[in-house]
């Protein structure tokens, strides 16, 4: 079933047309109402009311994007994007502000942030702006992967090896691509199901095992000694370049 798409937007390309966010707000009656908004289009949404439960939440999951309010109860959204840039992690973020000022904006942008809106905001326009953001995050880091002996373009949904085409069903382009954003990475099959499939379908994880299989037969030179997409016993799979 594909998420239900309110107020006549274009519908969502698929199950992973989602991301997941991480709503940093303080205001609970905001949060509550962008994390509603946000799962309305298909995202996956979690939230912390303070720079303490961000950070917590981070080191659980890690979001395709964050939206962040400036003015924390215990410090600024701008000191917490600032340190995971400092930290190589450049997950896409957009800020929350209650300010105006431009020197505030400006500041969002110093430390890395992608985009921000102004309080009071409507719903319809930060839901377009995570759209937008995770639609370029996507294109612009992921839409073609060159491997040894093979390439893959996700948009097209193919994958080359040794000079042959093979094309590749929707599902196996998602799973391909998630597996080699996160490479020598061992993913649980639950958490492929929850990234790939989307919480809006219920396969099982023999689902995962299935689709493996057959990206197998596409992409390794021998599926029955793979080299790229091995097994890891009692989790799930990695893929190794
Ligand atoms: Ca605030």
Do not use: C
Request: no cysteine; aromatic share 6%; proline share 6%.
């Amino acid at each position: 079933m594909e998420p239900a798409v309110p107020g006549g937007a274009a519908p969502a390309a698929g199950p992973a047309a989602g991301g997941r966010v991480l709503v940093v707000e303080d205001e609970a009656d905001l949060a509550f109402l962008l994390a509603q908004n946000l799962r309305q289009e298909g995202h996956q949404v979690d939230t912390a009311g303070s720079l303490r439960a961000a950070r917590a939440a981070l080191e659980v999951a890690r979001p395709d994007l964050l939206l962040l309010d400036v003015g924390l109860p215990d410090g600024s959204g701008l000191d917490l994007l600032a340190g995971m840039r400092a930290r190589g992690d450049y997950t896409p973020a957009v800020f929350l502000t209650a300010r105006t000022d431009e020197a505030d904006r400006l500041a969002g942008f110093a430390v890395g942030g992608d985009d921000y809106v102004t309080k009071p905001f409507s719903m319809a326009e930060v839901v377009a702006r995570v759209a937008a953001i995770l639609r370029r995050a996507r294109q612009g880091a992921q839409a073609r992967y060159l491997g040894a002996g093979f390439s893959v373009d996700f948009d097209r949904f193919l994958l080359e090896r040794d000079g042959r085409a093979h094309a590749l069903t929707y599902l196996e382009a998602e799973l391909l691509r998630y597996l080699v954003l996160r490479p020598n990475e061992a993913v649980s099959r639950n958490e492929l199901l929850d990234r790939v499939w989307g919480t809006d379908r219920f396969p099982t994880t023999r689902t995962v095992d299935t689709h493996v299989l057959n990206l197998r037969k596409k992409l390794e030179p021998d599926p029955a000694q793979p080299r790229h997409l091995l097994t890891v016993h009692g989790t799930g799979y990695k893929f190794v370049p």
